[in-house]
């Protein structure tokens, strides 16, 4: 007994220490870990003095982390006698590290100060304040990897500022101001760059040439630029392409394609490298249009920068891209309803035939740029461009056009009632061009006292070669026009009366162009002060001699910027002067395919006045931008848009003008990151000479003389937003927004006489919204796994392209019932689709 219960009572005992010792042995682990530790505190606070709260702290290769308060303040608890870097960053600023080695219970105050990314190095402030004396715009190239759109590229960007206007998501070409998609300079680190020929629809057209992986600075401006840019009416796209410092690489995949780039510097950062490749097929949108059947598209390109500065005064660089375009079509049907809820239409084709088409381009640019002083820089550049185009198709369409039943309270609501035609058409076409391009251009800097005096001088030579085949049948009444007699009974059928088959649209032709340009400018910046005010002034002009049509042109052009001292950060610009388009190929061919020997330069003279506005609100940076500006045109050359191909007169035929007003603001909507809404508002009519007019109204045609026709690209009201935002409790999630609305383009009879506006398109609107996800990066805080640690970022995103499904006109089919009148059918783009992208930089 006395055995059993000595027992029990140490059992009990026991078992009342066990939980105390745990306990005891948990506190005494928690001192040992304190004492192996140190602290950190303090407050994060941007350029300007204000709290920059969820900032996220990390200490790199270690695990813990913490984010700032609403205050900015911070604590970290750090491992004590270790060397550690912490790292600082948060949306829209340049990422901090700071190395701090602590003893065991050390406490340390570290404030940190964040800065803009937009606002890294000093050149980069110091080069934003001359641009801001200009008309140019500078457009953060970030922008470009988080829009969501079709295509991804920097044109989709441009698209969304004021005065640019776009209604084809499915192409990057862009109207400005009223201009046509040819009346816009693009520029590859000082080199022009030029765009395929025979492009006819959105869906053929391939990559652009800007490969937005490689860029570094987007400049652009809608009028009123300077000398220094060269001979077209519209707008200048300036490009330039990074000079890397260190091994980095980027690796992007999407339903719509793919894309890589590397880049390094070698021999001490002498020898530098950028390469990329794209692969785009739209297969996947194509897919989701009306006409249905097999769409083999591909796309893709290989583009390289190589640069070499042995020493201080020599730098040598070479631009190269190969693009290798196809575009295959066998279409099977296509069935379209359109009308109104009244009268309401059913067009069905059923096809027979398929189109190949193929665009490959070549170019390459070699640069040699010479510094003998810090003030002086001169260049040489020469460089090649190559466009092998063909376009071949034989479709047969076979269709039916019915009367839909909109009586909602019938049966066979939706369905034919009645049809109204059927016919049959064939279009056919050969197309082949070849076209070259040679130059050699030096080009100056000297950067004297009071300003800058910039010039250059260039030769061109070209040579083109286009053959051109291509023609359409129409039988819009059961028979091919105009029918044979009956020859039964004859005697001699030989002596029947032949009647050719009537072809609509006929095109051949056969042209071969050799021609040389020479062109030149000098322009010079000059700084005043009156008081305290700043006054800049750019004048400079342009020259240009083509020996085809014989022509000597000269451009004068003026830019006067004005700062007031005034407490608002407040900017004043007048901006014009005279601008000259001399035509390249595509302007100077008629319809009918023959070249016009005596064709001029179109002129555009420019007036733009506009300022911008520096402020603050919300305690964040915020810009707006306001001009107004007129451009009279003379000695235009009249065309069409038929989807993205411009069919040109050929003749110097009429004279106009656009006058609007562009408005911007842009900044910090949600802090970190910058969105911006652009408005505008122009008309653009012009005045065939020795010609008439045909204004239609409820289909009676009323002949008038010297009447203002809107011009192709008069779209009156064009609003884009460009929004960003993030949740502020998790900000590895991102959305961003791209918005637009314009209002319709008018729509010309397809018989080209360039003058009969029959209607207009409907609004183009649309919305592409983007959901991105941070996996790998600063604001991530999954760094320490071994995946993980060979990238730094890695996002994906979800897309959702044409968010309000709305069903968009890019242009028209003209199609005739048995009774010779005319349907005009719609031609839709894209529905709503959804894209999965993912992207990784390491």
Do not use: C
């Amino acid at each position: 007994m006395l055995t059993e219960l000595l027992y029990q009572t140490l059992s009990n005992i026991k078992k009342s220490l066990f939980p105390i010792g745990f306990a005891l042995f948990v506190i005494s682990s928690s001192f040992a870990q304190q004492s192996q530790t140190a602290l950190v505190y303090g407050n994060i606070t941007d350029e300007n003095g204000l709290a920059v709260p969820l900032t996220n702290i990390l200490i790199l290769n270690e695990k813990g982390g913490n984010v700032s308060d609403g205050n900015g303040n911070y604590q970290l608890t750090i491992p004590a006698n270790k060397l550690l870097t912490i790292q600082f960053s948060f949306i829209g600023f340049q990422t901090e590290e700071v190395k701090v080695q602590l003893k065991a219970g050390q406490k340390r105050n570290l404030n940190i100060t964040l800065f803009q990314a937009t606002k890294q190095l000093a050149d980069v402030i110091v080069e934003d304040k001359e641009i801001r004396k200009t008309t140019l715009t500078r457009i953060d190239p970030q922008a470009v990897q988080v829009i969501s759109g079709v295509s991804g590229n920097v044109e989709s960007l441009i698209k969304t500022l004021p005065g640019v206007s776009s209604n084809n998501e499915l192409s990057s070409q862009y109207s400005v101001r009223g201009g046509s998609f040819d009346e816009n300079l693009i520029y590859v680190n000082g080199i022009e760059i030029y765009r395929p020929l025979l492009t006819r629809s959105g869906e053929q057209e391939g990559l652009s040439f800007i490969n937005s992986d490689l860029v570094s600075s987007i400049l652009f401006s809608a009028g009123g630029f300077e000398a220094k840019y060269g001979d077209k009416m519209a707008s200048v796209l300036d490009i330039k392409y990074r000079r890397p410092t260190q091994f980095k690489g980027s690796i992007k995949l999407s339903l719509l394609g793919a894309s890589l780039h590397l880049e390094d510097a070698l021999l001490d950062k002498k020898l530098t490298y950028l390469i990329g490749f794209r692969q785009k097929t739209n297969q996947y949108l194509l897919s989701s249009l009306d006409t249905k059947g097999e769409y083999q598209p591909s796309f893709s390109d290989i583009q390289t920068l190589i640069g070499f500065q042995p020493n201080k005064k020599w730098n040598f660089s070479f631009l190269g891209n190969y693009s290798r375009n196809s575009y295959k079509l066998i279409p099977e049907n296509r069935e379209t309803a359109f009308g109104h809820i009244k009268e309401a239409y059913q067009l069905k084709i059923y096809f027979d035939g398929q189109e190949f088409d193929r665009f490959n381009t070549y170019f390459g640019a070699f640069t040699t740029t010479y510094s003998p002083s810090k003030n002086l820089s001169l260049k040489l550049i020469s460089s090649a461009f190559q466009s092998i185009e063909e376009e071949n198709y034989d479709i047969q369409g076979q269709y039916w056009i019915g009367q839909l039943e909109t009586d909602l309270g019938q049966e066979d609501f939706g369905e034919v009632l009645e049809t109204q035609g059927v016919g049959t058409y064939l279009n056919h076409a050969r197309n082949k061009l070849n076209a070259k391009v040679w130059n050699i251009e030096h080009q100056g800097v000297y950067e004297h006292q009071t300003g800058l005096l910039q010039w250059g001088i260039k030769l061109q030579h070209e040579s083109i070669e286009d053959e051109l085949n291509q023609w359409v049948m129409i039988d819009s009444a059961g028979y091919s026009k105009p029918y044979p007699r009956d020859s039964l009974g004859y005697v001699d059928p030989l002596a029947q009366t032949f009647f050719p088959f009537v072809l609509n649209d006929t095109l051949f032709a056969n042209n071969t162009l050799n021609s040389n340009r020479i062109s030149g400018f000098i322009q010079n910046s000059w700084k005043f002060y009156s008081g305290e005010h700043e006054l800049f002034l750019t004048a400079g002009s342009r020259v240009n001699y083509w020996d085809y049509n014989k022509q000597l042109l000269f451009s004068p052009r003026v830019a006067i910027a004005v700062k007031p001292d005034w407490q608002k950060d407040i900017l004043l610009r007048l901006s014009g002067g005279l601008y000259f388009q001399s035509p390249f190929y595509r302007e100077l061919r008629r319809p009918d395919g023959s070249l016009n020997a005596n064709i001029q330069a179109q002129s555009s003279i420019h007036f733009v006045l506009g300022g911008d506005y520096n402020f603050n609100a919300w305690g964040r940076p915020f810009k707006m931008v306001t001009e107004l500006y007129y451009k009279h045109f003379d000695n235009l050359i009249p065309f069409i848009v038929d989807n993205v191909r411009l069919i040109y007169s050929g003749e110097n035929s009429s004279r106009g003008y656009a006058t609007g007003i562009d408005m911007k603001i842009n900044g910090e909507f949600v802090e970190g990151l910058e969105s911006w809404l652009s408005i505008s508002v122009m008309q653009t009519n012009e005045i065939l000479r020795d010609n008439f007019y045909n204004s239609y109204f409820n289909s009676s045609e009323t002949p008038a003389e010297n009447i203002w026709i809107p011009r192709p690209t008069d779209q009156r009201v064009a609003v884009s937003l460009f929004f960003q935002d993030y949740l502020p409790m998790l900000p590895t999630f991102k959305m961003n927004m791209n918005l637009s609305f314009g209002t319709g383009l008018p729509v010309y009879y397809p018989d080209r006489d360039f003058q009969t506006v029959v209607t207009r398109t409907p609004a183009y609107r649309r919305v592409d919204i983007g959901f991105a996800y941070e996996l790998i990066g600063p604001n991530s805080k999954r760094m320490n796994n071994k995946i993980a640690k060979q990238f730094t970022n890695a996002d994906i995103t979800l897309e959702v392209l044409n968010l309000l499904d709305i069903k968009n006109v890019v242009s028209y089919l003209w199609v005739k019932d048995n009774s010779n009148y005319v349907y005009l059918v719609p031609n839709y783009l894209t529905p709503r689709r959804i894209n999965l992208k993912l992207s990784l930089k390491f």
